[in-house]
């Protein structure tokens, strides 16, 4: 990524697949990637010359996981539901399968 006003890398990702799509949010802090083999990546750009983007990246979910107990994560345990399910918190599960398994609840495979 390059900002615009003077040219400067600030900062370089590499794709684990074959870019298909790239949009960024609405508010210009994040980008989302679309790949051929259908994963899906977000990334906040954090300009270190963006004003407040130090208190931004401090409020993201995955920079304070630490104290964070079930419902105090931002659209996680806090009533955000997806297909009628409530949103599983991975701190809620000590083993990763168990969230997986919650998880797909919420995101049911594919039919075949």
């Keep these: 990524a390059f900002r615009r006003k003077d040219g400067k890398m600030i900062a370089n990702f590499r794709v684990q697949a074959d870019l298909k799509g790239m949009e960024t949010t609405s508010d210009g802090r994040s980008v989302v990637l679309g790949m051929g083999d259908g994963s899906m990546t977000t990334l906040t750009i954090a300009d270190p010359e963006k004003e407040g983007i130090g208190d931004y990246l401090k409020s993201l979910p995955s920079r304070n996981p630490k104290g964070c107990a079930s419902g105090a994560i ?39």
Aim: proline share 18%; charged share 15%.
């Design 74 to 112: 931002p659209g996680i345990g806090t009533g955000y539901r997806q297909n009628g399910v409530e949103y599983p918190s991975p701190y809620d599960y000590s083993i990763y399968t168990d969230y997986l398994k919650a998880l797909q609840q919420c995101i049911p495979p594919p039919p075949e």
